[in-house]
T-cell receptor, first 114, second 112 residues
């Protein structure tokens, strides 16, 4: 248990569906992240939030829309996804953005787009 | 920009064998270095870290020493167990980045 929870753990959706992934951290951290982990590819950073403000968008397609209502919650809204978007989506949090701060990861949401 | 390169896997060892997973980095500043481990079906967990040159991080029998002269942070364990089977990620973070840079991951399988 890392103090970062993600729901749902598994999600199957069609290309025309709209769904949301939720992440919550109970660590009092200020920064939160979304990563995409695909088979046989390096971990891809998608979005970074610090004190609820988005500080980085790593050229992510607009069909992925993040939302950070407060420092403890992070959402990833999904719409009109493609099969190649099937992956494990990991949320993480850290005390601060850079330097010696380690990131704490949730268990991930396994997304399958049919 | 900053980056991390780690040895490609997969690595397969017998129980009680010695483990080394190589990791080298490129950074313009003075990064902190990390090893994360990902067990099947789970997210990444911090295994150990080192924040300055010559620091040694250690946890659960794993060790890694921050070598500035060789820009390396190799992960070692003297005697692996079946339960160590997982994917291991080397990573760095410094004050120039808003994120952490991860290596590609090395899959370790330990056989009884």
């Amino acid at each position: 248990e890392t103090g970062v929870t993600q729901t749902p753990r598994h999600l199957v959706m069609g290309m025309t569906n709209k769904k949301s992934l939720k992440c919550e951290q109970h660590l009092g951290h200020n920064a939160m992240y979304w990563y995409k982990q695909s088979a046989k590819k390096p971990l891809e950073l998608m979005f970074v939030y610090n004190f609820k403000e988005q500080t980085e968008n790593n050229s992510v397609p607009s069909r992925f829309s993040p939302e950070c209502p407060n420092s403890s919650h992070l959402f990833l809204h999904l719409h009109t996804l493609q099969p190649e978007d099937s992956a494990l989506y990991l949320c993480a949090s850290s005390q601060g953005l850079a330097g010696s701060y380690e990131q704490y990861f949730g268990p991930g949401t396994r997304l399958t787009v049919t | 920009g900053d980056s991390v390169t780690q040895m490609e896997g997969p690595v397969t060892l017998s129980e009680e064998a010695f483990l080394t997973i190589n990791c080298t980095y490129t950074a313009t500043g003075y990064p902190s270095l990390f090893w994360y481990v990902q067990y099947p079906g789970e997210g990444l967990q911090l295994l150990l870290k080192a924040t300055k040159a010559d620091d040694k991080g250690s946890n659960k029998g794993f060790e890694a020493t921050y070598r500035k002269e060789t820009t390396s942070f190799h992960l070692e364990k003297g005697s692996v167990q079946v339960s160590d089977s997982a994917v291991y990620f080397c990573a760095l973070s410094d004050h120039n980045n808003n994120d952490m840079r991860f290596g590609a991951g090395t899959r370790l399988t330990v056989k009884p």
